[in-house]
């Protein structure tokens, strides 16, 4: 079965510095992978996704991510911090092909500072 | 061109009470997808619905909690006898037919809270 780590529950940086949020997978197969942001009493927003085509995928509002199989990665990253980017953010890998759900890390808070 | 709905936003019950969740996919969508957030974890996969149908079941507790997506009308998460173990966000997610990408989108989430 598919499975992420986020190496990191909380993440804490200066408004205008640069974004790092870490994420390996455990996949058995090529697996799909998405970035997903929920801010406090919300739902949860699609940031991006890979699904095999290019390792770099960019996402809303100035996030990318790159996908690295030899390490098993997929980071999340911005080069600017806003302070409306203080969240919670997933990292979510497909069960497919051996099923139809989601699996979702534990989720890394972001803190943005002014 | 709606998303995917959920009601109530908040639920209050009584231990021991039923509490009933609804979902309405997007236009178009049949596949749905419930999910559970405790509080300060992940989401965690419940069940997935096609119309009529049942295909995963296996994040569901044993007891009291059932799931239905009829031919007509939302999906339906229903807990019965309700604890305060079940107080959680639980949002629902649904995909289209052909899920090319395998990405799911997510409601707004019900947050039930139990007394």
């Known amino acids: 079965a598919q499975s992420v780590t986020q190496l990191d529950s909380h993440v804490s940086v200066s408004e205008g510095t640069p974004v790092l949020l870490r994420c390996n997978y455990s996949s058995s197969y090529s697996p799909s992978l998405f970035w997903y942001v929920q801010h406090p009493n919300k739902g949860l927003q699609l940031l991006l996704k890979y699904t095999s085509a290019a390792t770099l995928v960019k996402g809303i509002n100035g996030f990318e991510a790159e996908f690295k199989k030899s390490e098993t990665s997929f980071h999340l990253t911005k080069p600017s911090a806003h302070m409306s980017d203080a969240a919670e953010y997933f990292c979510?890998?497909?069960?497919?092909?051996?099923?139809?759900?989601?699996?979702f890390g534990a989720g890394t808070i972001l803190r943005v500072k002014s | 061109n709606a998303g995917v709905m959920q009601n109530p936003r908040h639920l209050v019950r009584r231990r021991g009470q039923e509490a009933r969740l609804r979902c309405s996919p997007m236009?178009?969508?049949?596949?749905v997808y419930w999910y559970r957030q405790l509080p300060e974890e992940g989401l965690k996969f419940m069940v997935y619905l096609q119309k009529e149908n049942i295909i995963d079941e296996s994040g569901m507790p044993k007891e009291r909690f059932s799931a239905e997506f009829p031919k007509e009308g939302p999906s339906i998460l229903r807990i019965q006898q309700v604890v305060r173990g079940d107080s959680a966000a639980y949002f629902c997610?649904?995909?289209?037919?052909?899920?090319?990408?395998?990405?799911?989108?997510f409601g707004p989430g019900t947050r039930l809270t139990v007394l």
């Open positions: 997610a649904s995909s289209p037919t052909y899920v090319a990408d395998r990405e799911q989108f």
């Open positions: 979510v890998v497909s069960d497919y092909p051996y099923g139809n759900k989601l699996v």
């Open positions: 236009k178009g969508h049949s596949h």
